[in-house]
C-alpha cells in the first residue's frame, strides 16, 4: 500500500517560511489535500486538490506538488500556526494519511 | 451550520462491543459520502471505514470484519459498530463528510470534535 512520508517535526521562527514535505511512492496523479490539528481539536482541511484554499483560510498557506512530492508552504509563520500538519490521498484500496508533521513557532 | 457530533465512547474491555453515533445536521448524509477516522493517543491519523450515497461501505484491513458502519438517513445520523475490539483500537473516533468528483480527488471537508474510545481490562 502507498506510503506518504513527512518529516516529524520541524521548527520556525515567527515571520518566516515553513515548508512540509509530503513524499509518496505514487506517480502524483492522485491530489493531495493537508489538515492543520492543535492540541485537542479535530483536524481542518487548510488545501485541497494540491494547492486550492477553503474558504477562510489565509493566503500565506499554500499547496504544490512536483512529481510525487506534495509541499505545504507557510509563509510569514504566526504562533498561531502552531500544530500537527497531515497529508492525505484516496487510494482504490483505501484513505492514506501522511505520519503528520509538528510544527513549532520558535 | 454544518455540523457533526460524535457520542458512544467510553471503557469497553477487549473483545466487547460498541456503537458509535455521528449526528449529522446543516445537511443531508443521504447525498453525501461519510467516514470514520481514528487518531491513537499520541499518534497520527488512520482512516477506519467509509460509506458512499448509494450505501456501498469500504473499510481498512484493521477493521474489515469486526466494524461495520451504517446510517439512518431519515435521522441523518451515522454509526459505527465496534465488535471484538482490541487494545490497538484505543482512540480518538472522528466522523467525517468525504467530498470530491472522484475517488482518487476525495477528502475530508467537515469533521466532528471526536468521540474517545478506551478498550482496556
Known amino acids: 500500500s502507498r506510503v506518504l512520508t513527512q518529516p516529524p517535526s520541524m521548527s520556525v521562527a515567527p515571520g518566516e517560511t515553513a515548508t512540509i514535505a509530503c513524499g509518496g511512492n505514487?506517480?502524483?496523479?492522485?491530489?493531495v489535500h493537508w489538515y492543520r490539528q492543535k492540541p485537542g481539536q479535530a483536524p481542518v482541511l487548510v488545501i485541497y486538490?494540491?494547492?486550492d484554499r477553503p474558504s477562510g483560510i489565509p493566503e500565506r498557506i499554500s499547496g504544490s506538488k512536483s512529481g510525487n512530492t506534495a509541499t505545504l508552504t507557510i509563509s510569514r509563520v504566526e504562533a498561531g500556526d502552531e500544530a500537527d500538519y497531515y497529508c492525505?490521498?484516496?487510494?482504490?484500496?483505501?484513505?492514506?494519511f501522511g505520519g503528520g508533521t509538528r510544527l513549532t513557532v520558535l | 451550520e454544518e455540523q457533526l457530533v460524535e457520542s458512544g465512547g467510553g471503557l469497553v474491555q477487549p473483545g466487547g462491543s460498541l456503537r458509535l453515533s455521528c449526528a449529522a445536521s446543516?445537511?443531508?448524509?443521504?447525498?453525501?459520502?461519510m467516514s470514520w477516522v481514528r487518531q491513537a493517543p499520541g499518534e497520527g491519523l488512520q482512516w477506519v471505514s467509509v460509506?458512499?450515497?448509494?450505501?456501498?461501505?469500504d473499510y481498512a484491513a484493521s477493521v474489515k470484519g469486526r466494524f461495520t458502519i451504517s446510517r439512518d438517513t431519515s435521522k441523518d445520523t451515522v454509526f459505527l459498530q465496534m465488535n471484538n475490539v482490541r487494545t490497538e483500537d484505543t482512540a480518538i473516533y472522528f466522523c467525517?463528510?468525504?467530498?470530491?468528483?472522484?475517488?482518487?480527488?476525495?477528502?475530508?471537508?467537515?469533521w466532528g470534535k471526536g468521540t474517545l474510545v478506551t478498550v482496556a481490562s
Open positions: 505514487n506517480d502524483g496523479s492522485k491530489s
Open positions: 460509506i458512499y450515497s448509494g450505501g456501498d461501505t
Open positions: 492525505q490521498v484516496w487510494e482504490t484500496s483505501g484513505v492514506v
Open positions: 467525517a463528510r468525504v467530498t470530491g468528483p472522484w475517488l482518487a480527488e476525495y477528502y475530508f471537508d467537515l
Open positions: 486538490y494540491d494547492s
Open positions: 446543516g445537511f443531508t448524509i443521504s447525498r453525501n459520502y
